[in-house]
């Protein structure tokens, strides 16, 4: 780093005292957009480093919520209003336990230059809690959902702020949160959340989005070596809506995608992964990848293990932040992985992405591979204002033409600033260029 970029980063640091997943993601986008930052004195002129990692607004609030037995519990709930320099926020709502301060912030930070490749004309934000909706009921998923919108409510709107799911966050509490919102705010303001249920007022594809689009850039990345999706072996990490969707994509293009994981271990399934069984198990049983090797007569279920030991030719973690490390990396490359790409958002530690830039193999950033959710949940938004609903090869098109945009747009900007073929440093300066020249028309605010 610069002196310049450093003083910002050290003062975030003083600033946002034990955050480490934001100021890992922070740091991630200051070293890449060095050479960006040395080029544009107006940037640093207008401080636009310093006001663009700091979100324009923090809500922190309590959810006190009963279970089905009457006792009273209380979480907290987040919305973190990023930067809305590009339109208005836009972000997922993440229901687990290991929801933090720190985690919502390093989310919302990604969503802010995510969003901006999208061309979609919407800002940056995040949000959620630390409950957990696994083993609850879907009356005690109800009560919190509606105990979570009763706060966050007075802080969103169509042309505010516009949260989907994330983790812990589908269908079922999509539906909670906007039957709240509509008896609160009393209006029907359908594109107020996104994710919402195909017969009132959700598109087609909002469901296989992250997943089909994370699949076509890979597929993007191999076709500038020459290369294909078929036939090549896929390690998958997660088992949820983008694990899924990403296997299905995957294997309509020829490949076999062969693992899945969740918390409580990984599955090799060595005859490929059974899409339909998967999102039975997952989808409607709600159980757990056991469930599923259990049905399968060659699958392997290794408790408490992750994907990355299973040989393949490409590697897409969909589960979760920094679930690859370095030591993951020189595995996947040793048993001959040849590219990865982040379904999730972070999934790499800092040492895993610099293992696999050492490496020479493809490796692309999820602000970029994963942006292919909110893209088509803006596709929702537009087709909520127009009081529509699009068919499905039309969302798909549009969803496919995103992401290549994409695509073509981090190797151009890379090759600009003379890091050719660098997806990470690419998609930083792209993203960020978009935010602070907005910012710049803008004034200070």
Request: aromatic share 8%.
């Amino acid at each position: 780093m610069d002196k310049y970029i450093e003083d910002v980063y050290n003062e975030s640091l003083r600033r946002n005292p034990i955050q480490p997943e934001f100021q890992q993601a922070v740091r991630e986008v200051l070293e890449s957009v060095e050479p960006l930052l040395a080029a544009r004195k107006d940037y640093r002129d207008a401080a636009i480093l310093a006001r663009i990692i700091e979100p324009e607004r923090q809500i922190m609030f309590r959810v006190a919520w009963e279970d089905d037995q009457n006792n009273v519990h209380v979480n907290r709930g987040y919305r973190i209003q990023f930067n809305s320099a590009l339109g208005q926020y836009k972000g997922g709502l993440r229901f687990h336990q290991s929801v933090t301060l720190s985690v919502v912030k390093f989310l919302g930070f990604e969503q802010i230059f995510k969003n901006a490749l999208t061309g979609q004309g919407i800002g940056g934000g995040k949000g959620g809690s630390d409950f957990d909706p696994h083993g609850k009921s879907d009356n005690e998923v109800m009560r919190f959902c509606q105990a979570f919108m009763t706060e966050l409510s007075r802080h969103i709107g169509a042309d505010v702020d516009v949260p989907a799911g994330d983790i812990g966050v589908g269908a079922r509490e999509i539906g909670y949160l906007f039957g709240q919102y509509k008896r609160l705010a009393n209006r029907n303001e359908a594109g107020v959340l996104t994710g919402k249920g195909l017969n009132w007022g959700g598109s087609l594809v909002r469901t296989q989005a992250t997943g089909y689009g994370l699949v076509t850039f890979a597929q993007a990345m191999l076709g500038e070596k020459g290369e294909d999706m078929d036939g090549k072996k896929v390690i998958v990490s997660g088992s949820g809506n983008v694990a899924t969707y990403a296997i299905e994509k995957a294997h309509a293009l020829g490949a076999q995608a062969i693992s899945i994981s969740d918390s409580s271990g990984a599955v090799y399934d060595p005859d490929g992964i059974d899409v339909e069984l998967l999102k039975q198990v997952k989808e409607v049983e709600r159980g757990r990848v056991s469930d599923y090797a259990a049905r399968r007569p060659n699958a392997q279920f290794r408790a408490g293990e992750h994907v990355w030991s299973i040989a393949g030719d490409i590697a897409l973690p969909c589960a979760t932040q920094n679930e690859m490390n370095e030591a993951d990396v020189a595995t996947l490359v040793n048993n001959g992985v040849k590219l990865i790409a982040e379904g999730a958002n972070m999934p790499l530690t800092p040492d895993a992405i610099e293992a696999a830039q050492r490496s020479h193999i493809l490796y692309a950033p999820g602000k970029a591979a994963n942006a292919g959710g909110v893209a088509t949940s803006a596709l929702e938004m537009q087709q909520n204002a127009g009081m529509a609903q699009w068919a499905f090869e039309k969302v798909e098109d549009r969803l496919r033409a995103i992401m290549l945009d994409i695509h073509r747009e981090c190797l151009e900007t890379a090759d600009e600033y003379g890091k050719p073929g660098d997806y990470m440093v690419g998609a930083n300066i792209a993203g960020f260029r978009k935010v602070a020249d907005a910012m710049l028309d803008q004034g200070v605010i």
